[in-house]
């Protein structure tokens, strides 16, 4: 009952963080998500759920303290904590005014006051994603976290950062993201690049997965990134911000299923192997378990970005936005696609292909209760890779009503 009592505390606070638009109900409903995803992680995690919990109650209380120190200042400033208004003076540039008439100091001036305000908001988002150097405590909470706890996080709560970034910072602080947007870019690439190679090189399933977030959402920042960068408003532009905003739109819901579908693969895994899930414990699953290894291959295959199946529309759309945007950045991004091929391909090869491990020659395959209840996240791989005006056909006009406005 605990359990399940904190998974609604959970989820509400996912609610009322994707739905509020004054940043004093917004931020409360952030924090609140925190308390319940501590306690799942601590209460009924792995072995080492004591210290993956502490870090990460630690890294995501000092990046909110810091985005609410920079909304402090921004109320004192201006008075609203209304996002629309905020954005609004964003665009103007009526906030930066505000900012250094009431806070500036000495020869701090607008551009750097409204910049160190920034880093701020930036720091609370970037951990939450996370994007590198903040991302460490993601692999061990990720980990150690119970599967449904798992799936949670990965599947909603990391896009918590994606959407602040989008709802908040774009809008918001245009112009500073639009200075450090190549040092952004490059963060980006890292995130990307670095995550692929890290989750290459682990031998935990659930790690090797955790990484792989790192990197997916990565080529979110990617879109957002290249964004904030180009400020033209030529038609060629107007269409590469659309591509690139559809595309991490897509990526965000992509990820969320894919990702949480994987981690119930392993879960089940896990139970039906006594807590194993090592990507050497295994070894021709396949052969005692056709159906499983079937399933989780069109997931994995999904997570690679297999054209046909959900993961290649939002990731090509991103690229094909980001390409004439941030060219070199896009270009480099692109070694991620091929170090996540080879992790993926991996996981095939040692987990369910190669000579049979004889202590698994009676594990039993997927129930038919299971399969059911998996059968939505497959087919929906499938209609999402095959018809993505699905979803498309919902955001587009949002993203065009962004791109027209000119809100960011």
Not at 73 to 97: H, P, Q, V, W
Not at 330 to 354: D, H, M, Y
Not at 366 to 376: A, D, G, S, Y
Request: glycine residues 10%; contains cysteine; proline residues 4%.
């Amino acid at each position: 009952p605990l359990y399940f009592a904190l998974v609604l505390f959970l989820q509400a606070g996912l609610f009322g963080t994707f739905t509020a638009l004054n940043f004093f109900h917004w931020f409360i409903f952030w924090e609140l998500s925190l308390i319940p995803a501590f306690f799942l992680i601590r209460l009924w995690g792995g072995p080492m759920r004591t210290s993956a919990a502490t870090q990460f109650f630690l890294y995501t209380m000092a990046g909110s303290v810091a985005l609410l120190l920079a909304f402090l200042a921004i109320f004192l400033s201006t008075g609203k904590y209304d996002f629309i208004e905020l954005a609004d003076m964003g665009r103007n540039g009526s906030l930066n005014a505000a900012l250094s008439n009431e806070l500036g100091w000495k020869e701090l001036n607008s551009g750097p006051l409204s910049l160190i305000i920034f880093s701020g908001a930036f720091l609370g988002f970037a951990v939450k994603v996370p994007l590198f150097p903040f991302h460490t405590w993601l692999p061990s909470a990720y980990a150690e976290a119970p599967t449904g706890t798992s799936m949670l996080l990965t599947g909603v709560m990391s896009k918590m950062g994606v959407y602040g970034f989008l709802r908040i910072l774009l809008p918001i602080f245009p112009a500073q993201m639009h200075w450090i947007s190549t040092p952004l870019l490059w963060l980006a690439v890292i995130s990307i690049v670095f995550s692929a190679s890290a989750a290459f090189a682990q031998r935990d399933l659930k790690r090797m997965l955790a990484y792989s977030s790192i990197n997916h959402l990565g080529y979110c920042l990617l879109g957002i990134f290249a964004i904030a960068k180009f400020t033209g408003i030529a038609t060629a532009s107007a269409t590469a911000k659309s591509a690139a905003l559809n595309g991490v739109f897509l990526q965000m819901f992509n990820h969320g299923l894919t990702a949480a579908t994987l981690f119930w693969f392993v879960g089940m895994t896990e139970q039906r192997s006594g807590g194993l899930r090592g990507l050497d414990d295994f070894g021709g699953l396949r052969k005692v378990m056709p159906v499983f290894c079937g399933l989780m291959g069109i997931a994995l295959f999904s997570s690679l970005g297999l054209p046909g199946l959900n993961g290649f529309i939002s990731e090509f759309l991103i690229f094909r936005g980001a390409f004439p945007l941030a060219t070199w950045a896009t270009a480099l991004s692109a070694l991620g696609l091929l170090l996540t091929a080879v992790f993926i391909l991996t996981i095939l090869q040692r987990v369910f292909n190669g000579p049979l491990n004889q202590s698994w020659g009676k594990m039993p395959d997927l129930t038919l209760k299971e399969r059911i209840v998996l059968l939505p996240a497959i087919a929906l791989m499938f209609v999402l890779g095959i018809y993505p005006q699905l979803v498309l056909g919902v955001i587009n006009s949002t993203v065009v009503r962004m791109v027209r406005e000119r809100t960011f």
